[in-house]
């Protein structure tokens, strides 16, 4: 079973490096993705990452928790997140699409953890749908540090910033294997807190930047992430 949990987590984490290989890679071929379509994968990482707090982080959170712990830890979230990102701005250090991705990440690979004794199925799906939206999130967090960080030595390594945050959900998930069951309301409470703050750069940071001036397609982008969560919820669902 740990071997199993291992490579799914493996999965996940992977797809977060080939997202932000994707970054790079857009960085030295700058012409072989229009302007157009790059805002479409931010907007897609945005409805991505809205789709796990609707259908996933709230829902599954609040039924592991009494009330009050679900709209104090979903308040929490977003203040801690919120100073967090200031912190970040006013350094120069723009880390907010990675904290987004992290946000969404660590909580799923702790719940692939927690259930893959129970359903290994349901855990092979939930690492699916972490891999599909850590491809568009990592992307953008590789951007937005390559191409907006005022201390180039965080630029030169944004690369390797990213993998090493997204091999970090392999601990993660191994935590959630040994520490919790799926019932457990500390795992719901993680699961508010991600989300509390995910909403708050969702609109603070993620969607500003998929804006793009007289185009409408970006905003299509949106639409096909949050449908990505959508697919998966209603299938793990049956």
């Known amino acids: 079973m740990a071997l199993d949990l291992f490579i799914l987590l493996l999965i996940a984490s992977l797809s977060a490096i080939a997202g932000g290989a994707l970054g790079h890679w857009e960085r030295v071929h700058p012409a072989w993705?229009?302007?157009?379509?790059?805002h479409a994968v931010i907007a897609f990482g945005g409805g991505a990452l809205l789709a796990a707090v609707s259908l996933v982080l709230v829902p599954k959170g609040m039924a592991l928790q009494p009330a009050w712990a679900s709209l104090a830890s979903f308040t929490g979230g977003a203040v801690v997140?919120?100073?967090?990102?200031r912190y970040f701005t006013?350094?120069?250090?723009p880390l907010s699409?990675?904290?987004?991705?992290?946000?969404?990440?660590?909580?799923e690979a702790i719940v692939v953890g927690a259930i893959i004794t129970?359903?290994?199925?349901?855990?092979?799906f939930l690492t699916l749908i972490i891999a599909a939206q850590n491809i568009p999130e990592a992307f953008n967090a590789y951007r937005e540090i390559k191409h907006q960080s005022d201390r180039a030595g965080i630029g030169r390594h944004a690369l390797m910033v990213i993998s090493l945050a997204a091999l970090s959900g392999i601990g993660w998930g191994f935590l959630g294997y040994a520490a919790f069951t799926p019932e457990h309301p500390l795992l719901g409470t993680i699961m508010t807190f991600c989300a509390g703050g995910i909403v708050f750069l969702v609109f603070r940071d993620v969607a500003p930047?998929?804006?793009?001036?007289?185009?409408?397609?970006?905003?299509?982008?949106?639409?096909?992430?949050?449908?990505?969560g959508m697919a998966g919820h209603l299938f793990v669902a049956g």
Not at 81 to 85: G, I, L, P, V, W
Not at 90 to 93: F, I, L, P, R, S
Not at 209 to 228: C, D, H, I, N, T
Request: some cysteine; overall charge negative.
């Open 118 to 124: 129970r359903s290994y199925e349901e855990a092979l």
């Open 97 to 107: 699409q990675l904290l987004a991705m992290l946000l969404d990440f660590v909580p």
């Open 81 to 85: 997140f919120m100073a967090c990102d």
């Open 90 to 93: 006013n350094h120069g250090t």
């Open 33 to 38: 993705m229009r302007s157009e379509t790059r």
């Open 209 to 228: 930047q998929a804006k793009l001036e007289r185009s409408w397609y970006p905003s299509l982008g949106a639409v096909l992430g949050f449908m990505v």
